[in-house]
């Protein structure tokens, strides 16, 4: 089935660093949203963008609505244990075919 | 508010039977999903309702494979017969419009 390129598919970093991840697609998009899926739990929702260039934060988080509709990355600022998971972008094409697509996840792992 | 619920958490079969999930949505939400998630992945939609119409099930596998959301509020999904590589995390969603999609705990299937 159809998903989207995101990377980078794990990071290892320190905490208090920043962190970076996007999502890119050949399919244009109305809707990206940003998730964060926890080991044996369902996604929780981060942040969802409706336009594009669209600018969103949520505390430490900031993501973007790429311009040309195909992309979208998310930021997370000065990182915390409590960051890490498995986050996934997913790409929405609106309408009343309005598939939800998933990347196949971002890994992030924060040393303390 | 209350989230998606779904059941059971967890379910251990043996090849070639069946088996069940339920999902019931946040009320109110007119769309539901099922999806798929094989470990280290995203989720992969499997079928999508907007009240208790198909809008998309062009990846279900029909053959062994159903869902349906007879009063358009709870769905159930049914795989019979169970094969090894079926074993996955079961996701239930749903949004109010096709728009952000809120995710049950899921339920972690393992066919032997």
């Known amino acids: 089935g159809q998903q989207l390129n995101q990377s980078p598919q794990s990071m290892f970093i320190q905490e208090g660093e920043d962190v970076s991840m996007n999502c890119t697609s050949s399919?244009?998009?109305?809707?990206w949203l940003w998730y964060k899926q926890d080991p044996g739990e369902g996604p929780v929702l981060l942040i969802a963008?409706?336009?594009?260039?669209e600018l969103t934060s949520n505390g430490r988080l900031t993501a973007q609505f790429g311009i040309t509709r195909k992309d979208s990355f998310l930021n997370i600022s000065a990182s915390i244990p409590s960051d890490v998971g498995i986050y996934f972008c997913?790409?929405?094409?609106?309408?009343?075919?309005?598939?939800?697509?998933f990347g196949k996840g971002t890994k992030l792992s924060v040393k303390p | 508010e209350a989230g998606v619920a779904q059941s059971p958490r967890y379910k251990i079969i043996e090849k070639r039977q069946s088996v069940a999930f339920w999902c019931n949505p946040i009320?109110?939400?007119?769309?539901l999903y099922w999806y798929q998630q094989i470990l280290g992945q995203g989720p992969k939609l499997l079928i999508q309702?907007?009240?208790?119409?198909?809008?998309?099930d062009s990846q279900l596998p029909k053959d062994r494979f159903s869902a349906e959301r007879l009063k358009g509020v709870d769905s159930t999904l049914k795989i019979q017969p169970a094969k090894l590589e079926d074993s996955a995390v079961y996701l239930c969603?749903?949004?109010?419009?096709?728009?952000?999609?809120?995710f049950g705990q899921g339920t972690r299937l393992t066919v032997v």
């Open positions: 963008l409706y336009k594009a260039g």
């Open positions: 399919s244009i998009f109305n809707t």
């Open positions: 009320s109110g939400h007119a769309t």
């Open positions: 997913a790409g929405q094409y609106g309408g009343s075919q309005g598939n939800l697509i």
């Open positions: 309702f907007q009240n208790n119409g198909v809008v998309d």
């Open positions: 969603a749903s949004s109010f419009s096709n728009t952000e999609a809120f």
